[in-house]
């Protein structure tokens, strides 16, 4: 499975901002679909989840609220939708995908995933 993320870039504190993660070579439609984001010197941090059968989704405390996380099965496309971003939200944010036999379920947990894709960095400025 390959996965490739865009969309990151260079914004000011309180804009608003769209990822994208298109995957390839794999079963996307029972794939659990995560984003994390890694700062520099930090450990890599869970930030949204999307289950592969009725799309419950997962989020992190410091964005929930302010970010959305959705699917589109048919361009095996997910995306971030991140909204008021703050200077603290700026890392490279990693999409990655896992293989799930349960439909409903979300996991939260870098060691859980299967596959990650390079990664995109988000830079929010004050």
């Known amino acids: 499975v390959q996965l490739v993320e865009s969309g990151g870039g260079l914004v000011q504190d309180g804009d608003s901002l769209r990822l994208s993660c298109v995957a390839s070579g794999g079963t996307f439609g029972n794939s659990v679909m995560g984003w994390f984001r890694q700062a520099p010197g930090k450990e890599r941090e869970f930030v949204a989840a999307?289950?592969?059968?009725?799309?419950?989704?997962g989020f992190g405390d410091s964005v929930n609220g302010r970010f959305t996380i959705s699917r589109d099965n048919a361009k095996t496309t997910v995306y971030l939708q991140m909204n008021i971003l703050k200077p603290e939200d700026t890392a490279v944010y990693y999409c990655?995908?896992?293989?799930?036999?349960?439909?409903?379920?979300?996991?939260?947990?870098?060691?859980?995933?299967?596959?990650w894709g390079q990664g995109t960095q988000v830079t929010v400025s004050s």
């Open positions: 999307i289950s592969w059968s009725d799309s419950r989704t």
């Open positions: 990655a995908a896992k293989n799930s036999q349960i439909p409903w379920k979300i996991y939260r947990r870098v060691e859980e995933y299967d596959y």
